[in-house]
């Protein structure tokens, strides 16, 4: 049986069409996946800033370590925050108290500006940790 010559090329048409598309779709998964590694990220790092708060000596110690340790957290996990703000809640900071950790980071997304979306998306998080009960007071 002979091939029909009015079908030939159909094929590669078909292929430039479809491939556009294909493209798309697999850089749309490639978002969702980099926005929910950027959530999960985010919330880590709050936990484990806060866990560090908790750890500290005092309130001012603690919303330094909270700090540092969100930005290291981040930096680590190739987060790219155009801006962090961390913000520690020190109120009832004592043996028993609890220390509260909020972060917010803005990332950028500016490498898959191909699909049209939004250069930036923003992260928010909050942890609490319990201070320990049994903690010797700083100074004594």
Do not use: K, Y
Not at 100 to 115: E, G, I, K, P, Y
């Amino acid at each position: 049986m002979a091939a029909r010559h009015d079908e030939q090329g159909s094929a590669a048409v078909e292929a430039a069409v479809i491939a556009p598309a294909l493209l798309a779709l697999l850089l749309l998964v490639v978002l969702a996946g980099r926005v929910a590694q950027a959530e999960a990220d985010v919330r880590r790092a709050a936990a484990v800033a806060a866990r560090a708060a908790s750890l500290a000596a005092g309130p001012e110690a603690a919303a330094d370590a909270a700090r540092r340790t969100a930005a290291a957290e981040l930096a680590g996990a190739g987060v790219a925050c155009a801006r962090l703000d961390t913000a520690v809640d020190t109120a009832a900071f004592a043996p028993g108290g609890v220390v509260a950790v909020r972060v917010s980071c803005t990332a950028t997304f500016a490498d898959l500006a191909a699909l049209g979306v939004p250069g930036e998306r923003r992260f928010d998080a909050r942890s609490a940790q319990v201070v320990d009960r049994f903690r010797a007071e700083a100074g004594s």
